[in-house]
């Protein structure tokens, strides 16, 4: 007979290999927030209890293993996105979806730079996505802005430099969802066409792809590498 936790589930993995698998995830999102999501694989092998060849033939790749790690949030981050373009009051559609991913920083310290290192400028694996990210939140803004309710001088840019100023937030203060809460308020407020009391300098040259962000308080630019 068979033991129970041998048996295959029907994604494939049997049990022990599935809790492995979870162990490995739950550790690499501790680490990566501890540490950076440049940490060596070994420490999280070490932290989930299991050796350096179970974690590999999981995830064969850092990429892998962060892309693993929060996929719930990616997930999170574009089924957000999505939602924003259909909502039928633009303005709405763009705060929820600020207020998502500040939410995301805010919940999971590893989460910044993995939300990052989903847009790599020069790995065409992800291109696509990418692309069709930064397009569609363009054209959110576009259309925020024309509805007269998002400021005329807002960059889609500039969410580059709301999630640097956020991380840097709550990388500061973990445990202060207060002020968090109240920093991504002040930001939407000053976003608003009706507070708006003149130009803004010119955009930053800022993209996701190339935002300093890292978990633990680590600021290299550097693209998860396996």
Known sequence: MVESSRIAARDGLRSDA?????????????VFAEHGIDAPMATVARRAGVGVATLYRHFPTRDALV??????????????LTEALAAPDPWQGFQQLVETVCALQREERGFPAAFVAAFPESTSQHAGSRRRAERDFT????????????????HPSDLAVVLLAHC????????DGAASRRLVAYLLQSFRADTANGPLPPPSALALHSLPIAAGGSRRQRVPRA
């Open 67 to 80: 892309r693993g790690a929060f996929a719930q949030q990616m997930e999170t981050c574009a089924r957000a």
């Open 18 to 30: 599935r809790r492995n698998r979870e162990r490995v995830l739950a550790a690499a999102r501790a």
């Open 168 to 175: 840097a937030l709550v990388t500061a203060l973990p445990d």
């Open 139 to 154: 054209a959110l803004v576009r259309r925020a802005q024309a509805s007269g309710a998002l400021r005329p001088d807002f």
